[in-house]
């Protein structure tokens, strides 16, 4: 009888905890969305799930290999970085040119985003492009030499410094930032003067990319950062995906691809989970 009773004080227990437990698990809501891609974390405005995010960056990035990619309708890029509090991504392309390597023929994918995509995304003020080898006939040479060419340092980097790097001397000629009257051999543009990095239609046959992360000044263009940096934004909607993270909820979108959705666990809600 003792034994009997035992365990039916503790069965009684067992059931009072879970009475306890069960109410404080719904109330918490894991965050199906956030993942991981090699060393890199993906979370809110970013997600490799569908649904997951923000609906500004939906199919942007791809795990594969543990490599983190990508992927505008220039092509595709390896993510070095996610950097969550300056909102900004740092991307490599192969076909960039660098101070080592100038890589000729236009195979390069430049830079540029979707137009329902590009309040969301563009590269940093402090991000030159340095496009090299454009023909005569280039839309950035439209009106030359009467009308003033796009051509100018961005944050203190810029061709003539460019031209300092070894991968001048490798091609066999070295260039010099002097022209008469024809176009230079390298122009260097900030993103917001062209609005695309297009190689084809600027009739380009190379590029290079560097930015500046203020207030480190470096001397010469073999201490530049070269890569692609990319600011993000979620236009101003911060305050839904607060509201939603507050009430235990993960921020993503509905089926549409464009209304955003609050993920409670058991359903969804176009506020947050308090209101379900």
Known sequence: ??????????????????????????????????????????????????????????????????????????????????????????????????????????????????PWRSPYLSPIADNVFMLIGCSARSPLFQGFPGKHLPCRNVSGMGCEEYFGCPAWDLLGHR??????????????????AIKAINLTKLECEAYSSAYSLAPLKVDGPG?????????????????????????GGTCGYGTDGIRQLCMCGGFNSTSNCDSG
């Open 1 to 114: 009888m003792r034994a009997t009773g035992a365990t039916h004080i503790s069965a009684t227990l067992f059931l009072l905890t879970l009475a306890f437990i069960i109410p404080l698990s719904y109330g918490i809501h894991a965050n199906t969305c956030r993942s991981y891609c090699g060393n890199i974390t993906i979370d809110y405005p970013f997600a490799l799930q569908y649904g997951c995010g923000h609906p500004g960056y939906r199919d942007l990035l791809f795990c594969m290999n543990e490599v983190l990619m990508f992927h505008i309708s220039s092509g595709s890029y390896r993510v070095l970085e996610i950097d969550y509090a300056y909102q900004a991504l740092t991307l490599h392309e192969p076909h960039m040119s660098t101070c080592d390597t100038i890589v000729l023929g236009g195979r390069g994918n430049g830079f540029a985003v979707e």
């Open 175 to 192: 260039v010099d930032s002097k022209y008469g009257s024809g176009p230079p051999e390298c122009c260097a543009v900030s993103f917001e």
């Open 223 to 247: 201490g530049w950062s070269y890569g692609i940096r990319v600011k993000y934004s979620v236009q101003g909607n911060d305050d839904f995906c607060s509201g939603c993270e507050a009430t």
